[in-house]
């Protein structure tokens, strides 16, 4: 008679124990999951920073090639001013 009891009070015990230890195991999850997302969210500003100074240097590139581009026809139209008009010849000097 006494030994179903003393195996229940065991089983109690048992399972006290394993319960105490889920509670911990689950605050050191939980602290886990809080750790992981404070670097979710120090990632995400990373990541939202580096794409901002991805379109700055795309952006800034264009400009400078559209700079670039400005400069060359500006040459190309100085160089034309100094050739005779086209269409007519030039007299020989002698």
Do not use: C
Request: aromatic residues 4%; hydrophobic residues 35%; without cysteine.
């Amino acid at each position: 008679m006494m030994k179903p009891v003393i195996d229940f009070a065991k089983q109690i015990v048992s399972l006290a124990s394993d319960m105490r230890q889920s509670k911990a195991d689950i605050k050191e999850l939980e602290q886990e999951q809080k750790e992981i997302r404070q670097e979710l969210r120090e990632l995400t500003l990373i990541v939202q920073r580096l794409a901002y100074e991805v379109q700055r240097n795309h952006e800034n590139e264009q400009h400078e090639r559209e700079k670039m581009l400005l400069r060359l026809e500006n040459t190309l139209l100085r160089f034309e001013r100094g050739l005779p008009p086209s269409g007519q010849k030039e007299e020989p000097q002698d």
